[in-house]
């Protein structure tokens, strides 16, 4: 480190400083939607009225007869109200001044592209729905789908929610394994899925797949496939089960009313990680959910008439559902959907479609930034980004580094940043800057919405202090919230709603500053954060211990610089079976096959033994230390602190962690 600090490096570190604060150009406040700072306290003060006013903005069938029913833990909102979620986001606009306004804006990765306009949309979407009920789907039916980012996935989310039938949307990169377990627990009728999705010029060979997740899935009795790599992943279709979508909708007629459903119906089931057990179903229901993503969207991305705006979610997560599809199409706004990687086919693929459309608002990932910090400046630098007026992050804690980097380098200095945290069961974003109200400060999510309480409580329910970390947990219903787990309310009520009686535990670490300031600090719980993906130690321990060479396995999340957290396996092999780098080698192999390859552990390592408790709980708390080099916690509860000792040596040794 002989060279001196250059000019740049020391403002740099000036941006850096903690609690340092960002306000939003003078320009930028005087055109945002919000900006009078009495919304948070007359939401604060009767936050029924302010959901209720914001419910105005939707196209009912029937009103409401009362705003919430709150029975802890169960919500109900907007109860007696019928409407359909799809009418909403397509019909109405299909049938206004919009009817010729892009709705959809298309991507393909090798760069073929599509604009659906409202009207456009609204016809697709009718057709699809009329497709699936000449295949005997009905309101209630529960339709799963396994596609890549295409615009028949953002379709056939629409077709089944004006049919009323639920759907479950299964990521592409799940495993069919994965896939199967999501389908039988939803008991889905229908699968929706394509010859092959595109992924950096590969094929991903998606009906492949569901042949064989669907060799064990008795619920479904019909298939669609979607056509998008055609001679690239021949398919097979088995006669009476499959049907490619492209025969199913040239029959089809455009014209298909929407079903009126009850404010409380379900809308969608998604699956998610957990601490324990098999990822769970999170339910969310039509009308609270649509209420919460459209205005969050609204208020959150300041979206403007002639917004082109962009979230490079998947819709396979979250993300996707509430703020590529129901959000955006809600507000009648146009939704961009890309169906690559950022480095297919150069490194300036984002920063190319950003020019290309003129991208006004968009939203990615803290694990995107960081990659795309590592790649250089010059990517985004050779093209024009000059329509950009906002930015947003989500998915995971952003740090100080790659927050200054976006505002520099993406935002010019002139587009705020919006971090956006939240999480599949809040179904909308909770804690974010209103951009035009709140000064920013990098690696702070800054303040609850309107209308949302959230606390940080110590293990006996108190609130800390300023600065001090503790338990995130929301402690006022929100329209958005999940209704319950798919099939198992005991587990809505044990896994969120016991630990503090009356308020839904996060799962997250967090601190408030000063300021009131939210701090996101990552997961307290043995939920991992892998590239923005969430993921259990849990799965990815049963994947390893199915594979016939291992005896037990103990899986924990070190830091990692690109992907915020990867995950490390410490790993014990059966009697008589020799280590070898082939086999870790397959080991990863194996659960890439199980789960998908988001679960692939980054880094395994063999050990003849683990540390364990003296009531054989593997501490896991010190593998962490272990993994991440840092001395070693509290060992005096161990069955044998020899084992610790030796396990750290034998890491070191081999040289990991460093
Ligand atoms: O740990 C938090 C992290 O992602 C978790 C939720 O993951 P998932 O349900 O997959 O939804 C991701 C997209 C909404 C949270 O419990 N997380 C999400 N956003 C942020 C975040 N952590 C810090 N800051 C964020 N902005």
Redesign the pocket.
């Known amino acids: 480190m002989a060279n001196p600090p250059t000019k740049e490096q020391e403002r740099l570190a000036a941006l850096l400083q903690e609690g340092r604060t960002f306000s939003q150009p003078d320009e930028f406040r005087r055109q945002a939607n919000v900006r009078d700072p009495k919304i948070y306290d007359e939401a604060e003060r009767d936050f029924e009225a302010f959901w209720a006013a914001e419910a105005e903005h939707l196209d009912w069938f029937k009103r409401w007869d009362k705003t919430l029913e709150w029975n802890v833990p169960w919500a109900q909102w907007f109860v007696g109200g019928k409407l359909n979620a799809t009418y909403n986001c397509v019909d109405r606009h299909a049938h206004s001044a919009r009817r010729n306004k892009a709705a959809l804006i298309w991507e393909g990765e090798p760069g073929d592209s599509l604009v659906l306009t409202f009207g456009m949309l609204e016809k697709e979407v009718n057709r699809f729905a009329n497709a699936l009920k000449s295949l005997g789907v009905k309101k209630g039916d529960r339709v799963a789908i396994y596609l890549g980012m295409v615009p028949e996935l953002a379709i056939a989310l629409l077709a089944c929610a004006k049919l009323g039938a639920p759907h479950s949307v299964v990521f592409g990169g799940f495993s069919a394994e994965s896939l199967r377990e999501r389908i039988n627990d939803a008991k889905a009728k229908v699968l929706i899925t394509g010859d092959g999705a595109w992924r950096r010029g590969h094929v991903v060979p998606l009906k492949h797949h569901a042949d064989e997740a669907l060799r064990d899935t008795p619920s479904i009795e019909r298939v669609v496939v979607v056509q998008r790599v055609g001679a690239a992943a021949p398919t097979s279709l088995e006669p009476g089960r499959d049907f490619w979508w492209h025969e199913l909708v040239a029959q089809a007629s455009d014209q298909c009313e929407p079903e009126a459903m009850d404010a409380e119906d379900i809308l969608y089931v998604l699956y998610?990680s957990g601490t324990t057990g098999k990822p769970k179903g999170v339910v969310h229901t039509t009308a609270g959910y649509l209420v919460g993503v459209a205005t969050t969207h609204r208020m959150i991305f300041d979206i403007k008439e002639n917004d082109i705006y962009w979230c490079t979610a998947d819709i396979g997560?979250?993300?996707g559902h509430s703020y590529i599809v129901y959000g955006p199409l809600a507000n009648g706004c146009t939704t961009l959907m890309y169906e690559g990687s950022p480095d297919y086919p150069d490194r300036g693929r984002f920063w190319s479609i950003v020019a290309k459309y003129g991208v006004n608002v968009l939203y990615t990932a803290p694990t995107a930034i960081r990659t795309f910090m590592r790649w250089g400046t010059e990517w985004p630098a050779r093209h024009d980004l000059s329509s950009l007026r906002l930015l947003g992050?989500?998915?995971?804690?952003?740090n100080p580094e790659a927050w200054v980097w976006y505002h520099q380098h993406i935002g010019r200095e002139r587009c705020p940043i919006v971090?956006?945290?939240?999480?599949?069961?809040t179904g909308m974003i909770m804690i974010s800057p209103l951009p035009g109200l709140i000064a920013t400060k990098p690696g702070s999510?800054t303040k609850p919405f309107p209308g949302v309480r959230a606390e940080v409580l110590d293990a006996n329910g108190q609130k800390v202090g300023p600065g001090a970390g503790g338990y995130l947990v929301l402690t006022r219903p929100w329209p958005a919230m999940f209704r319950t787990i798919y099939g198992d309310p005991d587990r809505y009520v044990a896994q969120y709603w016991s630990r503090y009686p009356g308020k839904y535990f996060?799962?997250?670490g967090a601190k408030v500053d000063e300021d009131g300031y939210f701090w996101?600090l990552?997961?307290v719980d043995d939920v991992m954060?892998v590239a923005?993906h969430?993921i259990s130690t849990y799965e990815v321990e049963s994947a390893l211990v199915d594979h016939s060479a291992v005896a037990e396995a103990a899986v924990i999340a070190k830091a990692h610089e690109l992907k915020g957290q990867a995950i490390a396996a410490f790993v014990t092999l059966k009697d008589g079976i020799p280590p070898s780098e082939e086999l870790k080698a397959a080991l990863r192999q194996h659960v890439a096959n199980k789960i998908g390859a988001i679960a692939r552990p980054e880094e395994i390592f063999f050990t003849p033994e683990l540390p364990k408790t003296r009531s054989a709980k593997i501490m896991r708390r010190l593998l962490r230390d272990i993994a991440e080099g840092r001395l070693l916690g509290d060992t005096t509860t161990l069955a044998d602190p020899a084992v610790i000792s030796k396990l750290k040596q034998q890491y070191e040794e081999e040289g990991k962690g460093e």
């Open positions: 998610t997560w979250v993300t992050t989500v998915g995971e804690p952003i971090d956006t945290w939240w999480q599949t069961e999510a996060t799962g997250d996101l990552g997961r954060n923005g969430r």
